[in-house]
């Protein structure tokens, strides 16, 4: 019988969090990560500077067991989550400002 797939992630659930009115950004990062300090800085001055969008950051030491259920295996990694709190992106590594508000797009349009 095969497995049953993964959850995905509920910010209510697993971190006690709200969703953005328009999108989320949940960055998964490491405490040494210096890409991952870099990426923070891309995803927050992008949520504060789109109405209804948030960034959370999730150090995945203090949550193993969430990452490992989400298949994060590098650090940064972001989930754009539309509205309703469902993944429409992931990707890893750093995002240029361009690169996040492209996303935000796509995540907008579906």
Known sequence: MPAEPAAGLDLARDLGLPVGARATFVQFSSTFCAPCRTTRRVLERVATTTEGVVHVEVDVADHVALGERLGITATPTVLVLDAEGVERIRAAGVPTPT?????LAAVSVR
């Open 99 to 103: 690169q996040a508000r492209a996303a």
